[in-house]
């Protein structure tokens, strides 16, 4: 569905140049919700607006359907704008506009006549929760409500694609959430494909299929969400994990019971799916007899498994633990021990 | 002190002043003020749009006609007003088959006050958010589209208070024609007021002018407010 081909897209100031996006190639399949991540100035910016040629790329293709969007003319360019659309961080609604004039503003683009346009608003105000609203003006509106304006309106002209430029990063969690599961809710009625670019893991954790991480203008690593979840790879990635999974509190608490048990050690079980059920931990302390402080867990959802991990302090000596991770990981199990 | 006094009685007596006469003026000077702002208002808005565009479009072929805008729009504004009436003699004779009359003013008014009130429509559109033209540009919107849709209404705020205060600096200008023979009630106050020594003429003239400028601030920010949904 989205081929992104060795795309480099080079910023030219006075004094350098700013390689924005460097290199990256990957793609999108039809229906997935494909997430890219990265820390602000990491590039996802520009790498998304190279998916409707707002930007255009300084070498590489980038492929939409059967368009190469990198080498289409522009009257071209503006009719396949219609087929990818696109949400916004800030709304970037038209505040001289009513919610349904707002909603019909791409129609009127495309030339749909009045009866029609009307039509399509009123559906598209009853998909996105907003009925009653419609003659309301966007500054009378909640952050929420702004955005699923802004997705009713990226929605009018039936389009292919939904690139997502950090969608939810206005909103508070609640607010996110609820605007998440609208987003999974259009893809699932539309069979729409969705790019999102994000620098909050929850967001990738609780929509995506697959990711892409950033870092400096390159993908530094891509998987199905799970897998980035529970087995990271770059550092990017892992402090991403880190910061959805722990807090700071979490940290700190592990250094009380370090002074608390010197000779513990503190050990992380991470653990998927069905195993997340089955009693485990409870069966290795029986067989080794060992005594065990659960310190922290968790189990958090994505959008197709869960996955969790268990912290736990146990007295124990590095002959055993080997036995231990052993016997973990046939139970697909992951053990690591914590640093000091 | 007694020429004092007597001179405020004459002020204050209105005996020499013809109503007719009065009224003429006005009527000379609204229409003055009401064609010259509805033509630097289009005009303007043009200028305006064509310096927005110029200045932030990527494409080679702007950056002479911002240049060639701007500096057109730079030299009729520093100009003197009083300087670029006669200047333009010429020319209006040719436009408007006179250089007499509230007719024989237009051209200079709107040639002095169009590129004033292009600056402000450039100030309005760059404070449109950025977001909300890349938004329209993402719905596949051409530059059209943007300009009618996007540009004028959500500057439209901007665009109305600009030319209040044109609207408002106009009126000023009229007055300034009338002394060298457009009519109008700066005419009026010059040719019977200063010239024949009738102070209260001067007054009454004066006094219509602030009304004229009081209503149309107070319509300029009716209807700036009433667009505005901010």
């Known amino acids: ?340 | 002190m007694n020429e004092l006094i007597k001179e405020f009685t004459t002020m204050f007596s209105f005996e020499n002043v013809r109503w007719d006469a009065v009224w003429e003026a006005t009527y000379e000077t609204v229409y003055m003020t009401a064609i010259a702002t509805a033509f630097t208002f289009i005009f303007g808005i043009v200028l305006g749009i064509i310096l927005f565009l110029a200045s932030k479009s990527e494409i080679k072929a702007s950056k002479p006609i911002y240049g060639i805008t701007a500096f057109l729009v730079n030299l009729f504004r520093a100009i003197p007003f009083i300087i670029l009436i006669i200047l333009l003699i010429p020319f209006t004779k040719v436009m408007m088959g006179t250089i007499m009359g509230p007719n024989g003013a237009i051209p200079a008014l709107i040639i002095g006050s169009a590129p004033f009130y292009a600056r402000l429509v450039e100030i309005g559109l760059k404070e449109i958010d950025k977001g909300v033209i890349e938004a329209a540009e993402s719905m596949g919107a051409d530059t059209w589209t943007i300009i009618w849709k996007v540009l004028l209404p959500e500057s439209m705020p901007a665009l109305i208070s600009g030319i209040t205060v044109t609207a408002i600096m106009l009126v000023g200008s009229t007055a300034i024609a009338g002394v060298i023979g457009a009519g109008g009630l700066g005419n009026l106050a010059y040719m019977v007021g200063f010239t024949r020594n009738q102070s209260d003429v001067t007054l009454v003239a004066t006094i219509v002018i602030l009304v004229i400028v009081f209503i149309i601030q107070i319509a300029g920010d009716f209807f700036s407010k009433t667009v505005d949904k901010r």
Not at chain 1, 195 to 215: G, Q, S, W, Y
């Open chain 1, 1 to 340: 569905m989205i081929d992104i081909r060795n795309v480099t897209k080079i910023f030219k100031t006075k004094s350098t140049d700013i390689r924005a996006v460097d290199d990256v190639s990957m793609n999108v399949t039809q229906g997935e919700i494909f997430g890219v991540i990265g820390y602000s100035g990491a590039g996802k910016s520009t790498l998304i607006r190279l998916f409707n040629g707002l930007e255009m790329p300084s070498s590489g293709d980038v492929v939409i359907g059967a368009d190469v969007i990198s080498s289409m003319s522009k009257p071209a360019l503006r009719k396949k704008r219609q087929k990818v659309s696109m949400i916004f961080q800030h709304f970037n609604l038209l505040w001289s506009r009513t919610v349904a004039e707002n909603i019909s503003f791409p129609l009127e683009i495309a030339g749909v006549p009045k009866k029609e346009r009307q039509k399509k608003v009123k559906e598209l105000v009853d998909l996105v929760g907003l009925a009653g609203r419609e003659d309301n003006y966007p500054s009378q509106l909640s952050g929420g409500q702004k955005q699923r304006v802004g997705i009713a309106r990226a929605l009018s002209n039936e389009p292919n694609v939904l690139l997502c430029d950090e969608a939810t990063s206005a909103l508070d969690p609640e607010t996110t959430d609820e605007v998440l599961d609208l987003l999974v809710k259009i893809r699932d009625e539309m069979n729409l494909t969705i790019v999102l670019i994000t620098h909050e893991m929850h967001v990738i954790r609780k929509i995506c299929d697959r990711a892409a991480v950033m870092e400096n203008g390159r993908i530094v690593e891509t998987g199905p969400v799970l897998k980035l979840f529970q087995n990271p790879e770059h550092s990017v990635t892992k402090r991403f994990v880190k910061d959805d999974i722990n807090d700071e509190e979490t940290a700190l608490s592990f250094d009380e019971v370090r002074e608390l048990f010197p000779t513990s050690k503190i050990l992380k079980f991470g653990f998927v799916g069905s195993q997340s059920k089955a009693p485990i931990v409870s069966q290795i302390v029986k067989k080794y007899d060992l005594d065990l402080n659960i310190l922290s867990g968790n189990i958090k959802r994505t959008n197709n498994e869960s996955y969790g991990h268990l912290f736990v302090a146990i007295d124990v000596n590095d002959e055993t633990l080997q036995k231990l991770e052993a016997e973990l990981s046939d139970h697909d199990v992951t053990v690591e021990v914590e640093d000091q």
